[in-house]
């Protein structure tokens, strides 16, 4: 991917010298100082071909005799120098003055050809993934790469993406729970916009739940779907949102989730969206492709009881793919039950249905549930009315 480039001298930080210092240098010395200045940019060290003029330079030459003081000459990635990822962890501490963490190191060690390099839950700040990031570069292995509860934070987005840009196999990126705003979103995405080798082409799976994204996030969420041209699920779980995320730029929300032709899981739980957001998130949803449905506890008020509406309507589609529902925890009642029974005799292809921790539901609810199951000819694979009024708990595996 990265191979063969050819760079502008002045983006390996001035390839020039004065003949004053330059008498007894040969290119082979020009080519290392670029190496080892990229490197400190960048954390890799290419093996570097130098050309003037398209002509190839002779390692041997000694600078005076093929170049004017001050000329600019540029530098053709041929190949880059790996040592084991261990390794080169550490020689990015030593080029940033950062102490090596053994723990990063370790991990390093024992997921050094493992296709999932995992690193959560161990709040590490910018300061100690930039490295880590760096020594990722290349690591053409990985396919899942897992940094959650970590703190990332917006500061480290260019970190990032300069390390994913090295990953065309990557296919599930998890960065939730790591202190991301809607500032580092945008960032993400205008970095990786500008890249030469565009990230998230096999990406099928992205995490930012547990950021404070906010509402703010709309355009950049939108541009994130349109450049994953495989992504089938996404996943924003409690990061702040409300209708309004879904009202700012609707248009272009809507553009990129009916666009997304493969995605077929979505998690918007713990978003205070309302009915109303509800209405929108389900109006811009490709019904054909999505089967996994998550907004559990996206009903904070209990008189807001649209919901069922919005959903009957969503269910009763035609092309209406959806096989699980997760709606627990949404101040559901006997009659937001009622309505659902309905739903379940119109989308035959729901088998898997979450309605638990609504105390609004009592023992009617229950019935009316389960006598809905037992009309449709396919059943249900799993129905979970736990933590409703009735008092007991209640989850049915193959229901029916």
Same mark, same amino acid.
């Given at each position: ?133 760096? =020594? ?19 500061? =480290?987005?260019?970190?990032?993406? =300069? ?238």
């Amino acid at each position: 991917m990265l191979d063969h480039t050819v760079v502008p001298a002045e983006s390996l930080t001035c390839l020039s010298s004065s003949h004053s210092d330059t008498e007894v240098r040969t290119v082979s010395w020009l080519a290392e100082q670029a190496t080892q200045r990229h490197y400190q940019m960048c954390g890799l060290r290419p093996k570097l071909m130098l050309k003037k003029e398209g002509a190839l330079l002779s390692p041997q030459d000694p600078i005076i005799h093929v170049l004017q003081s001050n000329e600019e000459v540029l530098a053709e990635v041929v190949s880059w120098d790996l040592p084991p990822l261990s390794e080169r962890y550490k020689r990015a501490c030593d080029s940033l003055s950062l102490a090596v963490n053994g723990l990063v190191l370790r991990v390093c060690e024992t997921q050094e050809n493992s296709p999932c390099f995992q690193l959560s839950s161990l709040s590490l700040t910018k300061e100690h993934l930039t490295p880590l990031l760096r =020594a990722l570069k290349l690591q053409t292995t990985v396919r899942q790469l897992c940094l959650s509860a970590n703190r990332l934070g917006d500061d =480290a987005m260019e970190e990032l993406v =300069a390390c994913l840009v090295t990953m065309p196999n990557l296919s599930v990126l998890d960065i939730s729970s790591n202190q991301i705003t809607h500032q580092g979103l945008r960032t993400l995405c205008e970095t990786s916009r500008v890249s030469q080798d565009a990230p998230f082409q096999s990406l099928e799976e992205l995490n930012l739940s547990l950021n404070p994204l906010g509402d703010g996030c709309s355009q950049s969420i939108a541009s994130l779907i349109k450049s994953c041209p495989l992504l089938s699920t996404l996943k924003f779980q409690a990061c702040g949102l409300t209708a309004k995320f879904l009202q700012n730029y609707r248009l272009l929300l809507t553009e990129a989730m009916k666009g997304a032709g493969h995605l077929k899981t979505v998690c918007l739980s713990h978003n205070a969206l309302g009915s109303v957001g509800t209405e929108l998130i389900l109006q811009s949803l490709p019904q054909h492709t999505v089967s996994h449905l998550d907004i559990a506890a996206v009903i904070s008020n209990h008189g807001d009881t649209l919901v069922m509406e919005h959903l009957a309507r969503y269910l009763s589609q035609g092309d209406c793919n959806l096989t699980h529902l997760n709606l627990s925890g949404n101040h559901l009642t006997d009659d937001s039950v009622r309505d659902l029974c309905r739903c379940l005799l119109l989308c035959p292809s729901l088998v898997s249905l979450d309605v638990s921790a609504n105390s609004g539901i009592t023992t009617v609810g229950v019935e009316m549930l389960f006598g809905a199951v037992r009309e449709r000819s396919c059943g249900m694979q799993y129905l979970n009315v736990s933590g409703g009024y009735w008092g007991h708990s209640l989850v049915c595996s193959n229901a029916m």
